[in-house]
């Protein structure tokens, strides 16, 4: 029918689903493809990951997080954004969504040719944590992020926090609200904070914020709060209350997909969404997914896993966007890579854990290096550890971790390369890496560890 | 015949030999192997690369640039090193060297089994730099570096120098001088210093050293000195003479190959000595080379190439060495992977450049990204341009350069894992690289280059 565009409906205006509907844009115009999100939030495409730095006070203002505003996308991307629109529902024998005005009220009904579902996560929320008690913050939304820096700075001001869970966020939290001059318990269940690293390089993280002066609590569990005139008093665990006016939850996030339930969507093993290489939804002609909510092929495993990253929701709605622009584009999947900064101490990761390696069967050696981020005499020159786990006898590098104080994280970047090729540790130790001596050991620490693995196979 | 040691000599006792050395005593003990090691000059394992921040007073002692001395060489691995021996000849008949004692005089004559090629890179010397004029100084030994210092720190204390050749060792030496405190004019004949960089990322190179104060004339031949009682009074260019009070020579080196020549082995197309993957010298059974001396495969441009380069030597020396040990290594050849420091300025390369891809006839297209090195919304994010250079249609990738003013170098080792493996950069625009605010926008600078080089190939 020439002259009716079709329609391209996006759920969801954060990373993903922007980054699809402005690629999709960029290769077919207003006449071609009308464009509509529905966002429940007030923004789009923000920096989730920027919160902590936002909550220190290092990132003064929250609309330096905001990557680009509604108004923009309508602007330069003539897509129509509808804010603070919550769809409620998904009809794919119709192929309409349902979705309600959170503010104005009343229900909007849009068809769609196309469908992305690009609805995020949603944190972990405890059974303990669902009774409304103020001084209980997630740090998943821009708004979350208000509401916690309005508690921080309103009388009385709380002076002391426990932040639950260890992960990216809670660590990140904790290092944030110290900055800030509270003190700070961190509880995790675990035996050890930052369980994306194994436990020996888990360590030497769990060092460093005892550094700065905050307090781990491993292996306990929170049980329940309690309040005193509706306020948190404290969190209650397994090994007796511990006093707080202000709780910070970190337990992680899991795919949204209520909707996509409903809907009849498939979710893989993960718990994500499933979506072949070019991000459509196998078996649903015309519906996309891409973010946080659909699962990703680990190509160092196999085996699908739900990563949420900022970087992939990009990657992925950018793939999904060229693709329904009529162009051709696939998210091959991920190897598992991430760098965080915890009290000055630098962290990477990439690949398979140990622990990963034995649930998928792999056998393997690992062995650990210890270097400089520079040539020995050159000053400034830190400390610097790699440890790198390779599969028994092939050699193939199976994951990568790296843990120093200076100029260390994003040097994850070569092993994750290594790692994507499937490079073997034996080749490794040749590979043409910069040598200065500002910058590494005239044997860089990434070698060093290469050469330390073929060792070990050899044993 | 049991009970006679094998012997290996080497000759020359940096990098290259005495990592060929120590491998093949680690698999082969006394009783099996005799190494003797010639060297001649005072030190065995040295930083080359570290005389520029020696002399600029970064690093204080001269022996923090001795990776292992002479005697720990002898204690800890039983090698017989004899240093202030030079070898004059090369006997391959009688299997046999001659080496003279610099300070004691006379002649030894040792016969070998293995005999290990390491004699390192000589600098280029011009015809007006042949005189001995004082005040005019390599850098490329310690005891080159030690006269330099010497020459600075006494009076006439010197306050004008010129710095001829915009390598990384005219560079470097160019910022060593200046924060000394001395005015710094660097001469360079091409058009540009830092040519290892493609002319537009040079000129940011060339910005930043004007920044702190170094004069750059480029397009200028020097073509003498004058003296004053023996000492340097100026340099005479084309441009007419440029006053100095210390002259600094940073005009490259070349294969330091003279007695390889005159004992028939074989050089290839570079200048460098020809060797096989294991570092075996072609058709002369047991003699190896390695180090600064050998021409190395360019796995890029699938051309030999001479790259001296500290990294290199090890690594050579390493193989050499495990192969002359019993084990089996190969050295698969280098990208060209290079990063430097100018003035707080941080660069990295690898690969080819421009002119190498057109020479070795590759059809390209080039692209280059501003970004920046963290989150924009993150504090001290700075810029960081990444370019890359693609061959046209495949888009493999043939080079990349990055220039950034903060922890920007060493992320040329991504680029150079990629290009290693032959990526092309429609395969790199989906490489898990590691994100978070503090290190990286939500798309790496270097993602953000391989996506507008595929822009790039489209059209």
């Known amino acids: 029918m020439s002259g009716v565009a079709e329609r391209m409906i996006v759920i969801g205006g954060d990373a993903a689903g922007m980054s699809a509907a402005s690629q999709a844009r960029r290769r077919r115009g207003r006449a071609e493809l009308d464009v509509v999100a529905f966002e429940r939030g007030h923004f789009t495409s923000y920096s989730a990951c920027g919160i902590p730095y936002w909550i220190s006070g290092l990132v003064p203002e929250r609309d330096q997080l905001v990557a680009r505003t509604p108004d923009a996308f309508r602007d330069e991307y003539d897509i129509d954004v509808r804010t603070r629109h919550e769809v409620t529902a998904i009809d794919l024998d119709r192929r309409e969504v349902v979705a309600r005005d959170l503010d104005g009220g009343g229900e909007v009904r849009a068809g769609f040719d196309t469908l992305v579902y690009a609805t995020g996560a949603t944190p972990v929320q405890p059974e303990w944590a669902r009774d409304e008690v103020a001084g209980v913050f997630g740090v998943q939304t821009l708004d979350d992020g208000a509401a916690l820096l309005d508690w921080l700075e309103h009388e009385p001001r709380p002076r002391h926090a426990v932040v639950v869970g260890g992960g990216y966020v809670g660590v990140e939290m904790a290092e944030a609200l110290v900055q800030r001059g509270l003190t700070v318990q961190l509880v995790e269940q675990a035996a050890q904070p930052m369980a994306t690293v194994d436990p020996d390089m888990g360590e030497l993280v769990a060092e460093a914020m005892r550094g700065v002066g905050i307090s781990i609590r491993t292996g306990m569990t929170v049980t329940g709060l309690t309040e005193r005139d509706g306020r948190i008093a404290a969190v209650v665990t397994d090994e007796g209350p511990i006093p707080a006016d202000v709780v910070v939850l970190g337990l992680g996030v899991r795919p949204n997909t209520a909707l996509a339930e409903a809907a009849g969507l498939p979710l893989g093993p993960s718990g994500g969404i499933r979506v072949d290489r070019r991000m459509r939804v196998p078996g649903v002609p015309g519906v996309w997914a891409a973010g946080d909510c659909v699962e990703s092929l680990h190509r160092v495993s196999g ?157």
Request: net charge neutral; glycine share 12%; charged share 20%.
């Open 303 to 459: 085996m699908p896993v739900h990563v949420p990253l900022g970087t992939h929701a990009n990657k992925q709605g950018r793939v999904a966007g060229i693709n329904i622009g009529g162009g051709y584009a696939t998210f091959p999947g991920v190897v598992g890579t991430a760098v965080t900064k915890v009290c000055e101490l630098e962290v990477g990761r990439t690949g398979l854990r140990e622990r990963d390696a034995v649930e998928a069967g792999f056998e393997f050696v690992t062995v650990t290096a210890e270097s400089t981020n520079r040539a020995g005499y050159y000053p400034g020159a830190r400390q610097m550890t790699v440890k790198l786990i390779a599969e028994r006898p092939s050699g193939r590098l199976l994951g990568a971790q790296i843990v120093g104080w200076s100029e260390a994280a994003k040097r994850i970047d070569a092993l994750a390369v290594a790692l994507w090729n499937g490079m073997t540790v034996d080749e490794m130790t040749a590979l043409d890496l910069g040598y200065a001596p500002p910058y590494a050991p005239v044997w860089d620490p990434v070698l060093i560890a290469a050469r330390k693995a073929v060792d070990a196979l050899s044993r």
